[in-house]
Antibody, heavy 119, light 110 residues
């Protein structure tokens, strides 16, 4: 079955970086874009960006441009999201989400990774 | 402030019907298809409706979606206590070139 398995919770200090991994199985990794969505405590969902696993191209929300880096390792069917210069308001659960290119939904989600930013 | 506007909360009695609205603009809902997600506490969202009104396999027909102009609606009939969750609408915004979500609606089944 299709699975997106994310790395474990992280605690970081302000100004540091965090890298979250998303290991996929059960489908052809290159056939679906990988998106990242986050959810701050008690808040709604916020789209961060996408990565095209075929060529590694990326696009991110303007809010995160310059701070987010999305990469992949096709040999491991794994996507990565790195967020730098962390602030306290980056404390959130980060989800990787699969989506086919075009007008398609976010159909499979990772379980989420809690990132806590605290001094 | 979310690009798509949803009511913060809705409630209804078991067995009743409830609707959740999602209001956007010509650059998002007016141009792209809408999907809906159900989220229980401490779990990842789950796809409920896609392409405005289609249900993935396994989603009961008590859940339905529609879109008209720059708004979309999720309807849930025959409410059950197990439907208590947060519901989010989502689409693509062609002007921002970004994915956008509604702020979420908490459904309470009284």
């Amino acid at each position: 079955q299709i699975q997106l398995m994310q790395s474990g919770a992280e605690v970081k200090k302000p100004g540091a970086s965090v890298k979250v991994s998303c290991r996929t199985s059960g489908y052809t990794f290159n056939n679906y874009f990988m998106h990242w969505v986050r959810q701050a405590p008690g808040q709604g969902l916020e789209w961060m960006g996408w990565m095209n696993p075929n060529i590694g191209g990326t696009n991110s929300a303007q809010k995160f441009q310059g701070r987010v880096t999305m990469t992949r390792d096709p040999s491991k069917n794994t996507a990565y999201m790195e967020l730098s210069n962390l602030r306290s308001d980056d404390t959130a659960i980060y989800f990787c989400v699969r989506r086919r290119s075009g007008d398609y939904p976010f159909d499979y989600w990772g379980q989420g990774t809690l990132v806590t930013v605290s001094s | 402030q979310s690009i798509l506007t949803q009511p913060p909360s809705v409630s209804a009695a078991p067995g009743q019907k409830v609707t959740i609205s999602c209001s956007g603009s010509s650059s998002n809902i007016g141009r792209n298809v809408v999907s809906w997600y159900q989220q229980f506490p401490r779990t990842a969202p789950k796809l409920l409706i896609y392409e405005n009104n289609k249900r993935p396999s396994g989603i009961p027909d008590r859940f339905s979606g529609s879109r008209s102009g720059t708004s979309a609606t999720l309807a849930i009939t025959g409410l059950q206590t197990g439907d208590e969750a947060d519901y989010y609408c989502a689409t693509w915004d062609s002007s921002l070139v970004e994915g956008v979500f509604g702020g979420g609606t908490k459904l309470t089944v009284l």
